[in-house]
T-cell receptor, first 114, second 113 residues
């Protein structure tokens, strides 16, 4: 149990375009989902905390107008990178918190902006 | 805020024991996690400590001392597949029933024959 999926696993897009990443909790309901970003050889950095039905809470330095988060249901959160630039190329990982308060991570999405 | 420190890299021999330390400074401590992350993959959960003491799970054990702001992850009978980054993460109660998990920079463990 407690499986989290992400789609797509890899995406390449052109600079200036937008990319949407989906995070789904497959077998449990997640009232809270987290979005992380990880640059090569660096640790995970929390970008935002997303609660179902309310606005996401963004960490300092993360542009909320650039990284749009929607948590429309208890099993789905989406992260949209708008007007992507090469410096946005990174590994994006979501996690979902279940009733047991444990965080379960998705497999990650590797974004490359050319 | 939080300050989480762990060694950047460690090397150990197959079959041996290795201890990875983590120190932290935080307010509203609500648990410490250890994750394993292989290159290019998402982290996987290893252990969770919220009370002082040692938690053992197979070849992996984790220790916590809240008064010292200190934890370690102990890996026994090392295998080549244990080569990975090990992330220490501290959960902080940010009030109103919510919390935040902050990761250390990770310790890259290389297991050699």
């Amino acid at each position: 149990g407690a499986v989290v999926s992400q789609h797509p696993s890899r995406v390449i897009c052109k600079s200036g375009t937008s990319v949407k990443i989906e995070c789904r909790s497959l077998d449990f309901q997640a009232t809270t989902m987290f979005w992380y970003r990880q640059f090569p050889k660096q640790s995970l950095m929390l970008m935002a905390t997303s609660n179902e039905g309310s606005k996401a809470t963004y960490e300092q330095g993360v542009e909320k107008d650039k990284f749009l988060i929607n948590h429309a249901s208890l099993t789905l959160s989406t992260l949209t990178v708008t007007s992507a630039h090469p410096e946005d190329s990174s590994f994006y990982i979501c996690s979902a918190r279940g009733d047991d308060y444990e965080q379960y991570f998705g497999p990650g999405t590797r974004l490359t902006v050319t | 805020g939080q300050n989480i420190d762990q060694p950047t890299e460690m090397t150990a021999t197959e079959g041996a024991i290795v201890q990875i330390n983590c120190t932290y400074q935080t307010s509203g401590f609500n648990g410490l996690f250890w994750y394993q992350q292989h290159a290019g993959e998402a982290p996987t959960f290893l252990s969770y400590n919220v009370l002082d003491g040692l938690e053992e799970k197979g070849r992996f054990s984790s220790f916590l001392s809240r008064s010292k702001g200190y934890s370690y992850l102990l890996l026994k009978e090392l295998q080549m597949k244990d080569s990975a980054s090990y992330l220490c993460a501290v959960r902080e109660d940010s009030g109103a029933g919510s919390y935040q998990l902050t990761f250390g920079k990770g310790t890259k463990l290389s297991v050699i024959p």
